[in-house]
């Protein structure tokens, strides 16, 4: 069982940078795979990154390369977002989540455990 928070959500002006942090209860953590996932208000969650168990393989959607960074700190259990030059279109829920393959997905009925979210709201 694994139990994920996420924090450091916020409002923030458009151009600027927040870091999203999920911080993950129990011993295991370094064993899943972990992703973030985004549902703006009406629409469908989406993928956002995702990252290896040893963080040696990460892959994000095209929304966001060259923007946002997803990381790891397994002797913290905590998964990081590092989300620069955000736009009103980032606006949304942002969750963490936990995948017992240890390389993650970018498919969100792959995983097995969820974060309540956090909410990210870009001003224009």
């Known amino acids: 069982q694994v139990q994920l928070v996420e924090s450091g959500g916020g409002l923030v002006q458009a151009g600027g940078s927040l870091r999203l942090s999920c911080a993950a209860s129990g011993r295991t953590f370094s064993r899943y795979g972990m992703g973030w996932f985004r549902q703006a208000l009406g629409k469908e969650r989406e993928f956002v990154a995702r990252?290896?168990?040893?963080?040696?393989?990460?892959s994000s959607a095209d929304s966001v390369k060259g923007r946002f960074t997803i990381s790891r700190d397994n002797a913290k259990n905590t998964m990081y977002l590092q989300m620069n030059s955000l736009t009103p279109e980032d606006t949304a829920v942002y969750y963490c989540?936990?995948?017992?393959?240890?390389?993650?997905?970018?498919?969100?009925?792959?995983?097995?455990?969820w974060g309540q979210g956090t909410q990210v709201t870009v001003s224009s």
């Open positions: 990252i290896s168990s040893t963080g040696g393989s990460r």
């Open positions: 989540a936990a995948d017992r393959d240890p390389y993650g997905s970018a498919r969100e009925r792959d995983y097995d455990y």
